[in-house]
């Protein structure tokens, strides 16, 4: 067995390499029209062979970047005696590529889960091996997500009658980003700011979020009845979907169950627009948050288990 770069002539063998039974596999449609559309390239792809036969795969993903952002997924077939050997190889050649082209550390690992992992044997199995092999190459920090999703069938929400909603300047939302980091329960913004000052954060948050494919005219600043504001809210988009995106409630405001109005404005914008299909994601210990997304008729659909250098 051998471990290479992927061509073009793989792609097809790529798209549709066998899912394994223990995860939430990749939409073969997804990542076809991810390749047709370069978020996934045949440059940013490793293959295990042998005999001209695929036997693994590890597929980068990225938007338009020179190096990929995030690794999607990493595929042994049950006949490889040491799936995390090979999955290693496969993922130092990808993390030796990335690096020549100037990645300042290799792309996080988001290994999708069904919600009842742990109770399931052949789950269990399918994440020790990915785990154990991201680490050895380096992805040591662990951060386990809820994914939701909401469809039409779940109502759109009432128009709220305590919060008001009106567009804001980009210095605005610099800053309204800045204070609703104070105290927040997302672990990759209290991570941030363990090695930046908040507003350095706050314009991170801000760039991101612009570079999404959601558009900027749907963000909007939250206020009370007087006008003063009281959180933010961020609708986004991804490739394939609306995207919930960020909200956030103004320390001074918490504790009033505004992220309830918050929520619903998000799924009112994206509903009232024709989406078939919105998705969020929060992190297992925010529990505030997932309770929203509860009351909302979000479906927990899968957990995201994601692996990652340490900052």
Known sequence: MRVRRATPDDVDALVDFPDDPGLVGLPRAQVREDFAARRMRPEWSWVLEAEGRLLGRA??????????????TVDVLPEVAHPRAAAVELLRGGHADFARLGAPSPPPYTVRLPANWREDATVTRSVTWRREA????????????????????????????????????????????????????????????????????????????????????????????????????????????RNVGYLGVLP????????????????????????????????????????????????????????????
């Not at 597929?59 to 999607?72: F, H, I």
């Open 59 to 72: 597929l980068w993903w990225g938007r338009g970047d020179t190096a990929p952002s995030a690794l999607d």
């Open 252 to 311: 001074s405001s918490r504790g009033r169950g505004l992220v309830d109005d918050l929520l619903g404005e998000v799924t009112r914008i994206h509903a009232e627009s024709g989406a078939g299909r919105i998705t969020a994601t929060t992190d297992m210990t925010n529990r505030p948050m997932a309770a929203a997304f509860d009351r909302a008729a979000y479906e927990l659909t899968e957990i995201r288990l994601v692996l990652a250098a340490p900052r």
């Open 134 to 241: 991201s680490s050895d190459v380096g992805l040591t920090s662990v951060l386990e997500r809820r994914q939701y999703a909401w469809t039409p069938e779940s109502g759109v929400p009432a128009r709220s009658t305590r919060v008001v909603f009106r567009q804001g300047s980009d210095d605005e939302f610099i800053d309204l980003f800045r204070q609703v980091a104070q105290g927040s329960l997302d672990v990759e913004t209290r991570r941030a700011l363990e090695t930046m000052d908040e507003l350095s954060q706050a314009r991170d948050d801000f760039e991101f979020y612009v570079s999404c494919p959601g558009q900027r005219e749907w963000w909007r600043v939250a206020c009370d009845g007087a006008g003063a504001p009281v959180g933010l809210i961020v609708p986004s988009a991804t490739p394939y979907h």
